[in-house]
């Protein structure tokens, strides 16, 4: 097997939106070489899960709670948006669980992981970067930009998105 593995970029400056843009595209790169089965299907997992987490916890901690002081959102919007990383983690547990990537099962841990994954990267997009972009300063973005990408990163350093931890994000 000789997957190329796609680069996670380490970011620590930019406009929030950006940043978390390019990471979702990144996501979706991820999704698709996972499909192809003459892929090295665990060590994109292991690429997915660790940005999964990192990405998402540092919206949590960073992002939401900040639109939400500056009205860009509203509380629905932000439960609603943590609610979905929940969903997320959910349908990956089966995938970081499966011994055997190549099987039906696991197939199918990955469609429900693509599906549930791609319809929060369509909302958060639609819902959320939508109104950052019109009602947050350009200076404000780029300053949650950096704490964003500032948390990002220390999850991914600190070996993020392994079985226990995504265990214990869903039992916390
Ligand atoms: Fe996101
Ligand atoms: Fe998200």
Redesign the pocket.
Known sequence: MTTELPEITRPTTGDVVDL?LE??RAFETLLRELRNDQNDRAALRGQLSALLVA?GEA?ESHVYPELRRKDAIDEHEAEHGEEEHREIYEALLPLLEATDLYDEDASHALHELSETLLHHLDE?ERDILNPARSDVADADRARLGEAWATRRNELLDDGCGSLEQVRSLLAG
């Open positions: 978390i990471d979702h990405h919206e958060e």
